[in-house]
């Protein structure tokens, strides 16, 4: 089946800690995504990747951290410096310059 | 950057009613993209549609992009339409895809 995976569904987190969400895909894209989004928001950009061993920060790059080691992953860490964790995060991936399309999201929840 | 604006914010309407939600976009852009929010977060995509219209079922979309807008059009609602819809808009720098500009939704109510 192709498409994308992510995982943890649920994770909780207590301050100070770092966690790792993770973000598989099978369709072959070559861009990666990761957005955050609160509650009654619409999607803001965190990093992004259009090729292996490359990424940039999007609009809200602060206390995340990521790696591109692979085409099929991209993990997202959320580190202990990002004020406000607790959120609804999605990845997404893309053919390049065309449409994007998004894993069914991981929520975190810092406790 | 892009700025995205979507309107109305909310919207509440009986089922069997055609509505039209609206985006508007500060630059040029080469994808906009709309989006249907499930109770699940789920993003559903609906239409990848930069310029022009497109159809699919009873749902519709224009994009004039030298106006920089678009138009999503909900014919004979059904409350299986009721959801937040998302639009997305984006532009690409140095031959690679940048990341979507999303606005804050149009948050649609369908009643029976």
């Known amino acids: 089946d192709g498409g994308i995976t992510q995982s943890p569904k649920y994770l909780f987190r207590k301050e100070g800690q770092n966690v790792t969400l993770s973000c598989e895909q099978n369709?072959?894209?070559?861009?990666m995504y990761w957005y955050r989004q609160d509650p009654g928001q619409g999607l803001r950009l965190i990093y992004y990747s259009q090729i292996v061993n490359d990424f940039q920060k999007g609009d809200i790059a602060e206390g995340y951290s990521v790696s591109r080691e692979k085409k099929e992953s991209f993990p997202l860490t959320v580190t202990s410096a990002q004020k406000n964790p607790t959120a609804f995060y999605l990845c997404?991936?893309?053919?390049?310059?065309?449409?994007?399309?998004f894993g069914p999201g991981t929520r975190l929840t810092v406790l | 950057g892009i700025q995205v604006e979507q309107s109305p914010p909310d919207l509440i309407l009986q089922e069997g009613a055609n509505s039209t939600l609206r985006c508007n976009f500060s630059d040029s852009v080469n994808n906009l993209q709309w989006f249907h929010q499930n109770p699940w977060g789920q993003l559903i995509n609906l239409f990848y549609?930069?310029?022009g219209t497109k159809q699919n079922g009873r749902l519709s979309a224009t994009t004039v992009a030298t106006e920089r807008y678009s138009l999503l059009y909900i014919s004979s609602s059904q409350t299986t339409d009721s959801g937040v819809y998302f639009c997305?808009?984006?532009?690409?720098?140095?031959?690679?895809?940048?990341?979507?500009?999303f606005g804050k939704g149009t948050h649609l109510i369908i009643q029976p």
């Open positions: 369709l072959n894209h070559d861009a």
């Open positions: 997305a808009a984006g532009a690409s720098s140095g031959g690679g895809a940048d990341g979507l500009t």
């Open positions: 549609i930069p310029s």
């Open positions: 997404a991936s893309s053919a390049q310059s065309v449409e994007q399309f």
